[in-house]
């Protein structure tokens, strides 16, 4: 009898695997190769071919590796609803940003491409432009997820000179102001009971530890959870140290992970073209770990992300001061980076 090592497949299964998988990346390759497709045109193109898979299988499989049955929902931590949706091949469906797909465009091309998820193109759906990138969840089971909004400000220069340029107060930010302080507002804004919308992202940073650390936790969902996102006061320290310990649940083994991840990343993006070349506003770092201790750290969100004047660049760890169109990235992720590193036993 011939012992056959565990965990290895027999050289059949694998040439099956290998076959599966390159003919899922040739589906998504050739999907974004073309300026725009329907979702319905993508389905239709698999139909026959799915459909013959199933009849020679009785049915028990697909035509393609699909997003695992218990981690296929996408999981939106914050943000707007209705902006994602799940789509096929282990992918996920973003509402369009043009400034979003030039970034991920360069972003595909750059030394952080591994530190974001794979952009496959644009897809239409219900007459809704929409890009396509790999679903993140798709290699954890039931995982965790947070969402740290990294830098040391969330707007734009070019927001506060057109705030400047052309006042618009308005009164659902004054509600959320005054919600969390009522003595926050100054005497004009009352009388108008209405702030602008630069002022109150200005205001709502100097509560959490945007300002003060150069990132802010925005929310978290731990697995089979409801969403946590009552982070707006969450500002020292030891606060996000105590938010960031309940998330990993006290596991070293998570934290390990989580550092190693952010250690390379930092390095990555000291020699990265991209980031020295783009003012990075808005953006966040999605984390993901599950049971397994399997663990993995992303960039997000560049819909903000601005492409900076030719022979400007940034270090991304000096103060703003506005014009220099610095963000703080850097001095946020050390910081967390020191954080997490503190959350550890001394050894």
């Known amino acids: 009898m011939v012992a ?117 193109g644009v897809v239409q759906r219900d007459e809704q432009n929409y890009n396509i990138m790999d679903n993140l969840l798709t ?18 220069e070019g927001e506060l000179l057109v705030a400047r340029e052309r006042p618009q107060p308005r009164k659902d930010m004054y509600d959320k102001m005054v919600a969390v302080d009522p003595e926050a507002p100054t005497a004009q804004e009352r009388s108008q009971h209405a702030v602008l919308k630069t002022r109150y992202m200005q205001w709502r940073e100097t509560l959490s530890s945007t300002t003060s650390l150069g990132f802010r936790i925005e929310g978290f969902r731990k697995s089979e959870e409801e969403c946590h996102t009552n982070f707006k006061r969450t500002k020292s320290r030891e606060q996000v140290i105590e938010a960031l310990d309940n998330f990993v649940d006290s596991n070293t083994r998570i934290v390990w992970g989580y550092l190693r991840r952010l ?27 599950d049971w397994t201790g399997r663990t993995g750290v992303w960039m997000i969100d560049f819909g903000k992300t601005a492409v900076l004047p030719a022979h400007h660049t940034l270090n991304h760890r000096t103060p703003w001061e506005d014009g220099n169109r610095e963000d703080g990235y850097l001095w946020g992720l050390d910081n967390l980076i020191d954080m997490l590193a503190d959350m550890l036993p001394l050894t």
């Open 4 to 120: 056959r090592k565990v965990g290895v497949l027999p050289k059949r299964q694998r040439r099956k695997h290998v076959l599966r998988a390159n003919k899922r990346r040739r589906l998504i390759r050739d999907a974004a190769n073309r300026p725009v497709i329907t979702l319905d045109e993508l389905q239709r193109s698999t139909a026959k071919s799915s459909a013959w898979k199933k009849q020679k299988s009785c049915g028990t499989s697909s035509l393609l590796p699909m997003t695992p049955k218990k981690p296929h929902q996408w999981m939106q931590v914050v943000g707007h609803a209705g902006s994602f949706h799940v789509g096929d091949y282990g992918t996920l469906l973003k509402r369009f940003c043009e400034g979003e797909q030039q970034c991920y465009l360069r972003l595909m091309e750059d030394v952080l491409r591994p530190y974001v998820p794979a952009y496959h």
């Open 139 to 156: 290699h954890f089971n039931r995982p965790a997820i947070m969402d740290c909004k990294m830098g040391s400000r969330t707007y734009l």
């Open 263 to 289: 250690k390379q990343l930092r390095q990555v993006l000291e020699e990265s073209d991209f980031f020295k070349t783009h003012e990075v506003v808005g953006s966040s770092l999605l984390f993901l770990h």
